[in-house]
Structure formats: C-alpha cells, structure tokens
C-alpha cells in the first residue's frame, strides 16, 4: 500500500478516533431522547408514531435492533452514528477522488469531512444525520459511477440509495433534481444524437421510481408532516434559506460564525474552484456543484412556496451536501502548478475557520446540548415524598434519565415512577386548556409540584402551567441548566382552582379588549409579584402592541413594572384568533427597597414603534385593576 493511501486510512480512523472520544460527555437531549423511545417501540406502533411526526423510520428501525445488540446507554446508541459518519468520511475520500482523479484531494476532502464540526457534532448524536450523510455520499458517487460507465447497476444503486434516504429523512429527495441534472449533463455528451435523451429518460424512469417506493409511506405521513403547529415564523424565503445553510456549515453548526466567515469559507471554496478549472476538469467541476447546490436550491425553493410560515427547515436536514462540499475543498489540495500554496492556504483558511469551534466541541468548552442529565439528577436529588414534577410536553430525554436516576436512588423507586408528568401531554401540541393542568395536578394532591421547563415559550405560550401555581402556592426557588428552568412551587390549597380572575371587558382601541385580570394581593419586598392579564382581539390589529404592568405608589411614581409583548414573539398579536382570549402572564420582582404600604397596579398597551399608547373609552391611557400590599420580611 502506498503512503497516500496509508494516509487516507489514517484519515478513516482519525475520524473514528475524532467522533468516539467524546462521544458520551453530553447528556441526551430533547431529540435524542424521542429517538430512544421510538426505538423501544414495537416496529409496527413505530411506524404508526413517525407517521404523525417529521421523521420516517427507517433510523429508528435501526437504532431499535442496534439497542438490541449493544444496550442503551447514551455511548452505546451514539455509536451508531459514529459508525455511519466514519463510512461517510471513506465516501467522501471515494467520490472526491472519483471526481479529480488525484489521491491528495481524496486526502484533503476525506480531512476536512473528518474534522468538520458539523459532521462531528452530529456524529455525536442519537440521531439520523450522519446516517443520512452517508446515504448521500453514496448516492453521489453511485450516479457518478453511471456517467462514467453508464451501467445499469450504479443507477439504480443511485436512486436506491436516494430511497433509503428519503426513509431516513425527507430532505433526502432534494438529491433527485441533482441526480436528474447530472442525466441531462450526460445525454448531452453521448453520441450519436439520437442517443442524446436516453440518461434522462432512464433517470426519469428512476426517480418516478423512488417516488413510487416513498408513495405508500407518504400517504400516511403526509398529514403529519404538514401538522401545523400554530405559530408565527418570518416568511421562508429562498436566498433567506440558503444563507442559514452557509452560516450554519461556517460556523460549525450550533455556534454564531466567527468574525470574516464568508472570505474564509469563500477563499477556500475558490481555491477548490481553482484546483478543478487549472486541471481542466470543467465536467467534474459542474457535476459537484450540482452535488451541492441543487440539493440545498431545491429544498429552499420547496419551503418556499409550500410552508412560507412554517418552521421546516433546518441547516441539518441538508448535512448530505456536505460530501459534495468537502469534495470542491480538497480539489485546492491538487492544484496544477500551484499545489503547495494552495494546499496551504486552503488548510489555513479552513483552520481559522473550523479549528477554534472543534476545539471547543471536543474539550468540553463549548457545550451547547440541554444538560438534561444533570437537571434530572438535580430535580430526583430533591424529590421528597408528596412531589410531583412537569415536565413542558414529552421530554423523553427526561425520562431517560429519570428511570435510572429514581432507580439509583431510592431502594424503593415504584412510588415515584408516575411523579413524572408531561404537560401538554405528548411530543407536540400546545397547551390551551388550564382545565387540563387542574385535572392533572388534582388528581395527584401534590404538596410540592416542581417544573422542568424546555421550550416553554413554543409549548405554553400562555403560561397556564406556571400562573395555575401563582393562584394556589408560592415559589420556594428555581434552578437553571442553561435553557433548562426548575422553579419549585410550595402548594398551599386543595384542591387546586383556576386562576381567580375579576371580570373587565375594557375596551384598548378599537381591536384589544382586557377581558379578566388577577393579581396577587401582597407580596414581600424582595420577592415576586404576580400579575394574570387576558387579551382578545375583535379586529385584525395593524401591530402586535406591548403590554405594560406599572405597580405606582399613591404619588404615582412606578416602583417596579413588567413591560414586554404579551404572550411571545413566536405567537404575535397578528397571528392571534379573533374573539379567542389569551393569557398574559406578568412575573415581577418587587425591590427589596420599595417601603411597605399599599400600592396600586395600572396596565396599558402601546405601539412598539412609535411609543403610542392605546387609548380607553374614557380617554385614558391606562387602567387601574387591583391594589397590592407591600410587606417587609
């Protein structure tokens, strides 16, 4: 074996080395803990459950019988990506050196996917990217092969290939249009010219192929595909799209791109161009730009025009194209006449680019997954007899850890194995009915209640959950891990009622109407203060306006004061249903100095733009609902 390809073996098991060494130091989160229960699953509830989600199941099939052979620990199940994103890095070393024919860019391409953050990043993960990656690089070089040797057996191993993938995820069939350019490509240069047509007319066959394998799937998944889940997303635009790809891919994946990302990325990416054209390898150079703009042009243009307002679009869903990416990379290793300086200023363009971020992915500094682990330990730590804990909808990375946690801990775990609940209930939905939350929590009689909140903001943009407890307890305290909130509330009332709201009808303008309000009615200096607001529309409002809550003394000075959009910004006033009240949930901590006595709350709305407040029917700019006693400790 020569040294160049001792080299590309070491590059192969360099990778393996990269993905492995870290590969347990995060815990699961959200995703990888929805992978781990669907792989618990029987095949066929399995199939049925991916149906309604974004996901088909070809992965999850996997990873179930991967869990049967090597266990379920986080180390164990990761390595089936791990495993996938090595294969991948030996495709990319395949399809670069099938394309510029010179070991050095097979070298260099197999290299940069092996250190890539992204690839490993999502190497790390219990899920099914890398697997995807790898289908992808394979399909690439299969239908390159068919140009080549146009043989039967690599076009269909192409498209098989794009099948699979569309089984592991849907963007996968954004590599069809790819795979149809390079057919179109090659009729134009066979010979004679009646010949001309026949690699499209065999793609086009194929592609309607794949399709047909994916249609009996599709017909039961479509409507999960396409659930909507209710809330506000800036338009999908194309540039907008492919723009998030390129931040994404330049900045590692998770993390914003370092300052002069675009003339890293763009110089290395122009020393690849470079590479092809001073070879005069013009054919190879269209054939792997289709590889990595077509897909990525496609998948932009599809969310587009079928889900403007939808979030459906992820830089991840097109981790395939990075093969083709890494291809055009290394080619600046092989350059005609100028290899050294290119291949040096490729690799420290790409260095200062990738290397600071992988750094802080493998040594720990920079630690973007929810530590779920150690969240869970710290909630079952403190779990006393009488608790119950919620977690904001399904979050099975949770219950992952909590199985083992409740296990380790208590001799006896069977009285806290249903301390556990979700709310709302299930992987998606949003929580709208606080009926839902009192009949849950009544039926347990909790003393305690403890959240786990993830997300609360997409999932209980109305903060049921959390103002059902400002009614009925007090907060002991709260615990964060990163976006991850613990509050833990004291219940002092069973059973529990409905937030206590004083009827208002007040009229803000001619759309928003103050329908309720609630407000506790002391509270310590020093502690939180809360106020309950709810908002109904009877008119399409010209802008989402800002609530303000002022608590005043009796001169009228504002002593502490809430002051933001009602509900979030993912659910705006705009996209508010008409005459449907909503929640509004005001949390405050009065000052430690603010004197006790008593004090009164006002609330009002204005235009953010122009500082305008709305106006009442009395002309007033804000109305007084309910008095507060200030208490020192």
């Known amino acids: 074996m020569s040294a160049r390809r001792w080299a590309l073996a070491l590059i192969v098991w360099g990778a393996f080395a990269v993905r492995v060494l870290t590969l347990d130091a995060q815990s699961l989160w959200f995703d990888e803990g929805w992978s781990w229960h ?22 999850y099939a996997l990873l179930a019988g991967w869990i049967w052979l090597s266990g379920d620990s986080a180390f164990a199940m990761r390595c089936l990506s791990a495993g996938a994103d090595v294969i991948a890095t030996a495709l990319t070393a395949a399809l670069a050196l099938a394309l510029t024919r010179r070991i050095r860019a097979a070298i260099a391409a197999s290299a940069v996917y092996a250190l890539m953050p992204m690839t490993v990043w999502y190497a790390q993960e219990v899920r099914m990217y890398a697997l995807i990656s790898a289908l992808g690089a394979a399909a690439m070089l299969a239908a390159w092969r068919w140009v080549e040797q146009r043989r039967k057996h690599w076009l269909f191993l192409a498209n098989a290939f794009i099948a699979l993938g569309a089984y592991t995820h849907y963007y996968a069939i954004f590599l069809l249009p790819a795979v149809w350019g390079l057919s179109v490509i090659a009729s134009l240069h066979d010979r004679p010219s009646h010949w001309r047509a026949l690699p499209v007319v065999r793609q086009s066959v194929a592609a309607v192929m794949v399709l047909l394998a994916l249609a009996p799937w599709l017909a039961v998944a479509s409507v999960g595909f396409a659930y909507d889940d209710g809330f506000y997303f800036p338009l999908n635009t194309v540039e907008g799209r492919v723009l998030e790809w390129v931040r994404a891919v330049a900045a590692g994946g998770l993390v914003e791109p370092p300052a002069g990302w675009t003339w890293l990325l763009g110089g290395a990416a122009a020393l690849g161009v470079l590479g092809f054209w001073s070879r005069a390898q013009r054919l190879e150079l269209l054939v792997t730009m289709l590889f990595l703009a077509v897909p990525i042009l496609s998948a932009a243009i599809a969310v587009w025009l079928f889900y403007p307002h939808r979030s459906v679009f992820h830089p991840r869903y097109l981790i395939f194209a990075l093969p083709a990416l890494c291809v055009l990379l290394g080619s600046a290793w092989a350059t005609h006449r100028l290899s050294a300086p290119s291949a040096i200023a490729a690799t420290t363009l790409l260095g200062a680019l990738w290397l600071p971020t992988l750094h802080g992915y493998l040594s720990g500094h920079v630690l973007q997954r929810d530590d779920v682990r150690q969240a869970t330990h710290h909630v079952v730590e403190a779990l006393a007899p009488g608790d119950v804990v919620v977690m904001s909808r399904d979050n099975f990375a949770v219950r992952y850890y909590w199985l083992r946690t409740v296990r380790a801990r208590f001799s006896d775990p069977a009285p806290f194995d249903d301390a556990l609940i979700a709310l709302p209930t299930g992987l998606h939905g949003v929580l709208q009915d606080e009926a839902l939350v009192l009949n849950t929590l009544n039926r347990r009689g909790p003393q305690r209640v403890r959240l786990m909140l993830w997300q609360d903001d997409v999932v209980d943009p109305q903060r049921l959950v959390e103002s059902t407890l400002w009614a009925n307890g007090f907060e002991l305290g709260e615990y964060n891990f990163a976006q991850i909130r613990l509050p833990l509330y004291q219940i002092e009332r069973q059973p529990l009622i409905g937030v206590p709201f004083t009827p208002q009808r007040v009229r803000f303008s001619d759309c928003l109407t103050l329908e309720d309000a609630w407000s506790r009615q002391s509270a310590f200096a020093g502690d939180w203060f809360y106020v309950v607001l709810r908002w109904s529309l009877r008119c399409a409002p010209r802008t989402g306006y800002k609530v303000f809550v002022h608590v005043r003394d009796a001169e009228g000075t504002v002593r502490f004061q809430s002051d933001r959009l009602p509900l979030n910004p993912l659910l705006p006033m705009q996209r508010w249903t008409l005459h449907h009240a909503y929640r509004d949930a005001h949390a405050m901590v009065v000052p430690s100095d603010v004197p006790p ?14 500082g305008q407040r709305l106006r009442l029917e009395d002309g007033s700019d804000s109305l007084a609902i309910a008095s507060v006693e200030v208490r020192a400790r």
């Open 38 to 59: 669907l792989a618990r699953m029987p095949l066929e509830e399995m199939a049925l459950t991916t149906a309604a989600d974004r996901s088909p199941p070809l992965y």
């Open 597 to 610: 006595g008593r004090y009164t709350v006002f609330i009002g709305a204005y235009d953010p733009d122009s």
